[in-house]
């Protein structure tokens, strides 16, 4: 089958452009280059995609040095895997050098060799992602599909394409699930199959991939989908026995979605994942998963910041009272609480903690303070301390009201 025509219609001209070059200049040396993976997938699903994985038999670093040299591309190069990235101004490009794996152990990362494009394409997850699409000039637009990929988008099945897949990687597990939920396709009888014998090797996977996979998930429109149907799988229970993945996810999930922006919203989604945990729960999923240390401290925070939200509930809390207990925490986590609590007063107070009293300064500072005639030290602080909790509380507004109060908290501490 060839799609040359789909291919023109489908990519942007300019990136039309620049696969036509690094196919031509990778022929000069006799070697061919194929699109890849997700992009052949989503372009005869007619989904748009313009993440390009190639594969390249021969030498993708080579090539991709070549190409960043006569196009305005950044190069980053992995000669140890044969791969690198051209990055340009509105997108990116990844190049592979067609490779074959063998897996040592399961769970491993694989031994990987220089090989073909059938090899290469052999050790993917899904048929439907096996598919690759020839750019060189002699079969331009062929569509390659040893595996009947095409068959199975046209079914809407997810296939692994041998049954040792997702012992050999257990991510897949997840990817799979991921792909399910995401086009609405089912599990083909023996993949179901195979994955539900295979959920105990997901312990094989080390935290990064897992974290990895969790991360890819939180990129979809609608990971609670994913999440839920992970758990109804109880694959999530493998991952940590305290994980779940239900309704309350879904609602707080959506309502995420609705206040965040898209960059944070994937750490946004850990802190809710993680809100029914106790302090042994989140200690254990922290160090499976490898959590870096900065969504650590907004996942802990999230759980030590809801012991304390009692406090907030209180209709006579003061602007100050409420900074006063918020200002400690991580945003992210003070926004988890805000989507998790049940209590309208509690989830007003983080509100206007996030939008507005987080960014309150007073107008005067201590070089003024000092102008005024009031010495640095303790005094000044506590000065400065007080200004800031009436500007909080709305009893200052201007500078004449700052200075006023400054001279007449000086004047008493004096005293
Ligand atoms: P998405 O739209 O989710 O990004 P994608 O197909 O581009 O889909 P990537 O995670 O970007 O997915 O991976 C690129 C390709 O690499 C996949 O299409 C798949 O063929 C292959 N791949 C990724 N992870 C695995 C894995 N664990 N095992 C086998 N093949 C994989
Ligand atoms: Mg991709």
């Known amino acids: 089958m060839n799609l040359a025509r789909q291919i023109e219609e489908y990519l942007p001209r300019q990136l039309l452009k620049l696969v036509r070059d690094i196919s031509g200049q990778a022929a000069k040396q006799g070697q061919r280059v194929y699109l890849v993976g997700g992009v052949v997938r989503d372009m005869l699903l007619g989904y748009p995609n313009f993440d390009l994985d190639l594969v390249v038999e021969g030498d993708a670093v080579q090539l991709a040095q070549q190409v960043a040299e006569t196009s305005q591309a950044k190069l980053l190069a992995h000669h140890r895997f044969g791969t690198a990235k051209l990055r340009y101004e509105n997108f990116t490009m990844d190049l592979a050098t067609a490779r074959k794996e063998t897996y040592a152990s399961p769970g491993a990362l694989p031994t990987v060799t220089p090989g073909t494009l059938k090899d290469d394409l052999i050790r993917r997850d899904f048929s439907i992602n096996a598919m690759a699409i020839s750019l060189a000039a002699d079969d331009y637009g062929e569509l390659v599909d040893p595996y009947q990929g095409k068959n199975d988008l046209e079914r809407r099945l997810i296939r692994i394409l041998h049954p040792k897949s997702f012992s050999d990687d257990a991510t897949r597990i997840l990817r799979g699930v991921c792909y399910e939920q995401r086009f609405s396709f089912e599990f083909e009888a023996q993949t179901a199959h195979s994955l539900k014998r295979d959920i105990p090797m997901l312990d094989t996977i080390s935290g990064d991939r897992i974290r990895h996979e969790l991360e890819h998930i939180f990129e979809e429109n609608q990971p609670e989908l994913v999440i839920e149907r992970l758990n109804g799988l109880e694959v999530l229970h493998r991952i940590n026995a305290s994980l779940k993945g239900d309704g309350w996810i879904a609602e707080k999930f959506d309502e995420a979605r609705r206040l965040k922006k898209p960059t944070q919203l ?25 959590i870096p240390a900065k969504l650590s401290r907004a996942m802990r925070d999230t759980l030590r910041l809801k012991t304390r939200l009692p406090l907030l509930d209180k209709p006579s809390l003061k602007p100050s009272g409420v900074y006063h207990l918020l200002q400690e925490y991580d945003p992210l986590a003070i926004q988890a609480n805000a989507i998790a609590t049940e209590s309208p007063i509690a989830r007003r107070s983080l509100q206007i903690f996030l939008t507005k009293l987080r960014y309150v300064r007073t107008v005067l500072d201590g070089e003024e303070l000092k102008k005024l005639g009031i010495s640095p030290g303790s005094q000044m602080g506590r000065i400065l301390e007080s200004l800031h909790k009436a500007k909080l509380d709305g009893h200052v507004r201007t500078r004449a009201d700052e200075k006023k109060l400054a001279l007449s908290l000086s004047l008493k501490l004096e005293r």
């Open 266 to 290: 994937p750490s946004l989604y850990f802190c809710l994942l993680v809100y029914s945990f106790n302090g042994k729960d989140i200690e254990e999923f922290l160090a499976r998963l490898n």
